[in-house]
């Protein structure tokens, strides 16, 4: 399954992940942008974590294969 990944380093928290997929990432209370865990046996919106990379302003969004146990 594919995961979105949030580079923290990199991000300036503009907060435009989290206002076109907010089910996807969260402001958490350290201040930074965290993926949220998805539902067991569901996958991300494809649609709208795509719709978050395109517009990241400093790209530091990506999908990332999650590594089978």
């Given at each position: 399954m594919k995961k979105p990944v949030v580079e923290y380093a990199?991000?300036?928290l503009?907060?435009?992940?989290v206002a076109v997929a907010?089910?996807?990432?969260?402001?958490?209370?350290?201040?930074?942008?965290?993926?949220a865990d998805a539902e067991p046996g569901c996958?991300?919106?494809e649609d709208a974590v795509d719709e978050a990379i395109a517009m990241c302003p400093k790209d530091c969004i990506r999908w990332e294969e999650e590594k089978s146990l």
């Open positions: 990199d991000c300036n503009c907060l435009g992940c907010p089910s996807v990432f969260v402001c958490n209370d350290a201040g930074f942008i965290h993926v996958c991300y919106p």
